[in-house]
């Protein structure tokens, strides 16, 4: 029993070595073409986060986003930074300069409170925006399968990553978080995919009856502001409206 205990310890620092090897050798890529790696021509981290949105089509996760952002573009980025830039579309909604798209955060179904860990687009229908009880749990799995149909893409040719290897690397991690068989140095893409949507079909229909009956009453109680950026006070309801909400009597 130990023997095996060993063994899977042995793979363990295997893998991490192997992500560790694929690391050095981008930064030995950097040195040698002796140019930075801010490939976007310094392109701001707002920009980038309403593409990959814009791209997905569902709202993803700061850890996803920043996960991404590595091989992808390039780019490391601190968790620290997207707390900033919550903070900046906030402001830039407050001033006199409006954009015609913000990046806001997905709304609990019941308050109407942000969930700031995940972010979505203002052009984006409130329906879409909102998370249910259920949403948690979907989201995530449509960004892991989002993230291996980007290293499936990457691996055919399809379309371009500063570094594809770290990149299968994240879609395998994504895959193993979603309760997946991962084996070492093996992306089957396809099979991946296949067992996450129908996860996602299992539950997808009574997700958006939810999200949908929930967008109908918040759109009705919410300022625009709050329907971007959560909802500052409680929800108050009459007596015997709405268990979830602060009653008016209190």
């Not at 594809?164 to 893409?189: C, H, M, S, T, W």
């Not at 299992?202 to 999200?211: C, H, L, N, P, S």
Request: glycine fraction near 6%; charged fraction near 30%.
């Amino acid at each position: 029993m130990s023997e095996e205990i060993d063994i899977e310890a042995l793979k363990l620092q295997e893998a991490a070595l192997q992500r560790q090897l694929a690391e050095l050798r981008e930064k030995l890529a950097k040195a040698e073409k002796g140019k930075s790696r801010a490939s976007e021509g310094g392109r701001p981290l707002r920009a980038m986060v309403l593409d990959l949105l814009a791209e997905a089509g569902y709202p993803l996760n700061s850890l996803l986003l920043a996960s991404l952002m590595r091989p992808l573009r390039g780019r490391d980025i601190p968790s620290t930074r997207f707390g900033t830039l919550s903070n900046d579309e906030m402001k830039s909604y407050d001033s006199s300069r409006p954009r015609p798209v913000y990046l806001c955060h997905c709304l609990t179904y019941d308050q109407g409170q942000a969930v700031k860990r995940f972010w979505a687009r203002s052009d984006w229908p409130l329906a879409s925006r909102i998370m249910g009880p259920m949403s948690g749990r979907i989201l995530f799995l449509r960004g892991a399968a989002w993230t291996i149909t980007l290293a499936r893409a990457v691996d055919r040719g399809e379309r371009s990553a500063d570094n594809p290897e770290i990149l299968n690397y994240v879609a395998a991690d994504q895959a193993r978080d979603a309760g997946l068989a991962v084996k070492r140095g093996e992306f089957p893409y396809d099979d991946w995919l296949a067992e996450i949507h129908m996860t996602i079909e299992r539950f997808g229909d009574e997700d958006r009856a939810t999200r949908e009956k929930s967008a109908e009453l918040l759109s009705a109680h919410l300022s625009d502001r709050d329907q971007l950026f959560g909802s500052r006070q409680p929800l108050v309801s009459l007596p015997g409206s709405s268990a979830a909400w602060r009653s008016a009597v209190e």
